[in-house]
T-cell receptor, first 116, second 114 residues
Framework: DTAVSQTPKYLVTQMGNDKSIKCEQNLGHDTMYWYKQDSKKFLKIMFSYNNKELIINETVPNRFSPKSPDKAHLNLHINSLELGDSAVYFC???????????????FGPGTRLTVT | AQSVTQPDIHITVSEGASLELRCNYSYGATPYLFWYVQSPGQGLQLLLKYFSGDTLVQGIKGFEAEFKRSQSSFNLRKPSVHWSDAAEYFCAAPFSGGYNKLIFGAGTRLAVHP
């Protein structure tokens, strides 16, 4: 059973298009995240949702819009794609726990987005 | 500013040799520290974590890490590397401002020679 899944795994599209990436977790976790990994493998958090409520919104262009229809799903919609959006996007989840436990995150396999 | 530093961008070892990957953090209090591994084309998998107590922690795949407060380090070790250990390794620590946010190091790419 896949704990955190993402679709699609690969996404190739042209500049200016709009695309979505979907994420689902079956761990019963309360918090979900989107990360962007650039070509140098640097990981940066973009968004975080806790029980469908946005709690982290880093400095990300407003062309990126996350949506959480329920606790188990977090989607990422990207408008007007640009060349610089090419990256691997990871979804992750964690369980709310007292103390530091809620920082233990489980990652999906990633979506490699290529904008041409 | 809070940071997690992995000084080595790329390390190459021979199969069967020992391994140590370095991680340094800047944090006011005793942090909760993680090591993740990313195999080629895969997501990140948690190798081990440190919260408190014994400063030597054991993880999956034969890895261990030692927390040294005096050196602000949390180095990852393995006594005998296998070819399948070739991957990218990330050290991470919680953001001091909360929000369940992790700060990741830049990663160390491990190559294993046969």
């Amino acid at each position: 059973d896949t704990a955190v899944s993402q679709t699609p795994k690969y996404l190739v599209t042209q500049m200016g298009n709009d695309k979505s990436i979907k994420c689902e977790q079956n761990l019963g976790h309360d918090t979900m995240y989107w990360y962007k990994q650039d070509s140098k493998k640097f990981l940066k958090i973009m968004f975080s949702y806790n029980n469908k409520e946005l709690i982290i919104n880093e400095t990300v262009p407003n062309r990126f819009s996350p949506k959480s229809p329920d606790k188990a799903h977090l989607n990422l919609h990207i408008n007007s794609l640009e060349l610089g959006d090419s990256a691997v996007y990871f979804c992750a989840s964690s369980q709310d726990e007292p103390g530091w436990g809620s920082y233990e995150q489980y990652f999906g396999p990633g979506t490699r987005l290529t904008v041409t | 500013a809070q940071s997690v530093t992995q000084p080595d961008i790329h390390i190459t070892v021979s199969e069967g040799a020992s391994l140590e990957l370095r991680c340094n953090y800047s944090y006011g209090a005793t942090p909760y520290l993680f090591w993740y591994v990313q195999s080629p084309g895969q997501g990140l998998q948690l190798l081990l974590k440190y919260f408190s107590g014994d400063t030597l922690v054991q993880g999956i795949k034969g890895f261990e890490a030692e927390f040294k407060r005096s050196q602000s380090s949390f180095n990852l070790r393995k006594p005998s590397v296998h070819w399948s250990d070739a991957a990218e390794y990330f050290c991470a620590a919680p953001f001091s401002g909360g929000y369940n946010k992790l700060i990741f190091g830049a990663g160390t790419r491990l190559a294993v020679h046969p």
